[in-house]
C-alpha cells in the first residue's frame, strides 16, 4: 500500500504523507503565531493613547501603500519600530509616584499614572503658564507623537495580518484563524492596564515590547511568504514550492493545479478592478467604516462607563481609583467574545453571526434609550433592578461590538480582490474617522450632567434608538445581502463572484 499511495496520486494512507501533513501544519503554525505577537504588541501600544482612528487611517495608507510592492510579512514587520518608538515614549512621558514633575502634568495623568491624549490642548496651555512655553510645546508634541505611533503601529498590522492569514489558508478553517489578529488586539489593550498596575506604567511599556519583537524575529525567520502575494509579482516557480510546503501536497499534479488556479485568480483579478464582487466589498466597508455607531462608548476619559453617566454618582461615581479595573473586566469580556466568535465562524457562517451581533447591539441601544429617557436623574433606590438591566445591556454591546468588529474585518479580508487590498481598507477607516467625527460633535451637542431635564433625557433616548436603527438596518442588509463565504477557498470565491456568475452567486453559494 506504501509504494502505491507514494508512486501514484497522494492518498494521504500513508507515514509519509502524514508527515507531510505534519510538516505543513507546523508552516502554517509559523505563520500564526508572528502574526499573534505583532497584534498583541500593537494592541498593547494601542492602550496608550492609540484609539483614535485618526492615527490609524494613518498607519492604514501607508501599510496599503506598500502591501502590494513589499509583500504581507514586510508590511507587517513596519509595525515593530512604530511599537517601538510608541513605548520608549510612553516609558518617557509616564508619570509615577515619586516623579519630579509640574503638577499640571500629575493632574492630567488617569488613575495609572497615564497623561491621556484628550487634554493636549488644556495641557500645553496650563504647562506654559507653569513650567514654560518650551516645557508645555515639547511635552505635548511628545504626546502626539505617541498616540501617533501607537495608532499607526496597530493600522499598520491589522489590514496586513488579515490578508495574510486569509491567503494562506483555504477555506474550512479560515475563518477561525482571521479571528486571531482581533484576538492578539483585545488581549494586549487588556494586558496594558493591568500590566501598568502590577509593574507601574513605565516598566509594563518596556515590557510590551517583548510580543512585537519576538513577533518580528519570527516573522522574518520562519514566516512562509502569501501564495497569492507571490502570484501578483510572477514568481510561480516559488509559488509552487510554497503551496507544497503549506499544503503538505506530495503529488506535484495536486500542487499544480492549486498554483494554476491561484495565478488564474489573480491575473483575472487584476485586469477587473472588483472583479464582478461589488456588493460584498461595499457591505464590508459599510460594516468596518460605521463601526463608532453601531457601537456604544463605553467608557470616558476618566475610565467610567460614560452611557451611565446620565444616572448620576449613585451609578458611575466620581474618578475611581480602580479605573484599570474598569478596562481590564471590558477587556476580558470582549475577548470572551471572539474567542467564542473564533469558535463558531466556520461552523455557523459568517451571515448568522453578523446578523446576531447587529441585533444585540440594536437591543442593547433601545434598552440603554428606554433607561436613559425614564431614568435620566439619579437612580433612586427603588430602581436598582432598573441599573442593573441597564448595566447588562452595557456589558452585552460590549461582547457584541467586539464581536461586529472581529467579523465585520474577517469580511473584508475575505471578499475583496487583490487589486483592491491596497484602497479599501483605507477607504474604510478613512470612513470611521468621519462617523466618529460627526458622532463627537454631535454628542457635544448633548446635555450632560445629572441634573438634565425631560427635554435632554428625550435627546439621549433618541440618540440611543437611532442607534438601534442603524443596528438593524445593518442586520437587514447583511442577511439579505452578504453572500456567505464560509468554505471556500478565495479562488473558488473568485470564480462564483467574476462576471458571469454574479447573477446566480447567491444560489451557488
Keep these: 500500500m506504501t509504494a502505491v499511495c507514494c508512486a501514484g496520486r497522494c492518498l494521504g494512507c500513508c507515514s509519509c504523507c502524514s508527515s507531510r501533513r505534519a510538516l505543513a501544519r507546523r508552516a502554517r503554525l509559523r505563520a500564526v503565531l508572528p502574526v499573534l505577537l505583532v497584534l498583541l504588541g500593537a494592541g498593547y501600544c494601542a492602550a496608550w493613547g492609540g484609539a483614535w482612528p485618526g492615527w490609524r487611517l494613518a498607519g492604514v495608507a501607508l501599510g496599503g501603500a506598500l502591501l502590494d510592492a513589499l509583500g504581507r510579512r514586510p508590511v507587517l514587520a513596519l509595525s515593530v519600530p512604530l511599537q517601538l518608538a510608541a513605548a520608549l515614549l510612553h516609558a518617557l512621558l509616564v508619570v509615577q509616584d515619586g516623579d519630579d ?27 506654559n503658564a507653569t513650567a514654560g512655553p518650551a516645557v508645555g510645546s515639547a511635552y505635548s508634541g511628545a504626546l502626539l507623537a505617541r498616540s501617533a505611533c501607537a495608532g499607526a503601529a496597530l493600522g499598520v498590522a491589522l489590514p496586513a495580518a488579515l490578508f495574510y492569514l486569509s491567503e494562506l489558508w483555504r477555506g474550512p478553517r479560515r475563518g477561525a484563524v482571521c479571528c486571531v489578529p482581533a484576538i492578539a488586539v483585545v488581549a494586549g489593550r487588556t494586558l496594558a492596564p493591568a500590566l501598568a498596575a502590577a509593574l507601574g506604567p513605565r516598566l509594563a511599556a ?64 487584476r485586469s477587473s478592478f472588483c472583479a464582478g464582487n461589488y456588493v460584498g466589498p461595499f457591505l464590508a466597508l459599510l460594516l468596518v467604516g460605521t463601526l463608532p455607531l453601531a457601537g456604544v462608548a463605553l467608557l470616558d476619559e476618566k475610565h467610567r462607563p460614560a452611557v451611565l453617566l446620565p444616572f448620576g454618582p449613585s451609578v458611575a461615581g466620581e474618578e475611581a481609583p480602580l479605573g484599570w479595573l474598569v478596562r481590564v473586566a471590558y477587556g476580558v469580556g470582549a475577548l470572551l467574545a471572539v474567542a467564542a466568535v473564533a469558535a463558531l465562524v466556520d461552523r455557523c457562517g459568517r451571515r448568522p453571526l453578523l446578523v446576531a451581533a447587529c441585533l444585540v447591539l440594536a437591543a442593547a441601544h433601545a434598552t440603554l434609550g428606554y433607561f436613559h429617557y425614564f431614568l435620566g436623574t439619579p437612580v433612586p433606590a ?31 479580508a475575505e471578499v475583496l480582490p487583490m487589486r483592491t487590498k491596497a484602497v479599501i481598507p483605507t477607504v474604510a477607516v478613512l470612513l470611521e474617522v468621519l462617523v466618529q467625527f460627526c458622532l463627537d460633535a454631535v454628542r457635544l451637542g448633548l446635555p450632560l450632567g445629572v441634573d438634565v431635564d425631560e427635554d435632554g433625557r428625550l435627546w439621549h433616548a433618541a440618540w440611543c434608538w437611532a442607534h438601534a436603527l442603524w443596528c438593524l438596518l445593518l442586520a437587514l442588509l447583511v442577511a439579505v445581502l452578504l453572500p456567505e463565504t464560509r468554505g471556500f477557498s478565495l479562488a473558488q470565491l473568485h470564480e462564483i463572484f467574476r462576471g458571469p456568475n454574479r447573477q446566480n452567486q447567491q444560489t451557488r453559494l
Excluded: C, H, K
Design 382 to 412: 427603588r430602581a436598582v433592578l432598573a441599573w442593573y438591566i441597564t448595566l447588562g445591556a452595557v456589558g452585552l454591546a460590549a461582547l457584541a461590538e467586539a464581536s461586529l468588529a472581529a467579523l465585520a474585518w474577517l469580511v473584508l
Design 206 to 269: 518596556l515590557v510590551g515590547l517583548a510580543p512585537g519583537l519576538l513577533g518580528l524575529l519570527l516573522l522574518l525567520a520562519v514566516a512562509p511568504p502569501s501564495p497569492y502575494w507571490l502570484a501578483f509579482r510572477g514568481r510561480e516557480v516559488i509559488l509552487s514550492r510554497a503551496l507544497a510546503r503549506l499544503r503538505g501536497f506530495r503529488d506535484e499534479r495536486a500542487v499544480r493545479d492549486e498554483a494554476d488556479d491561484v495565478a488564474e485568480t489573480v491575473r483575472e483579478q
Design 101 to 127: 514633575v509640574p503638577a499640571v502634568i500629575r493632574s492630567s495623568g488617569a488613575e495609572d499614572g497615564i497623561a491621556w491624549m484628550n487634554g493636549t490642548a488644556e495641557l500645553e496651555e496650563a504647562l
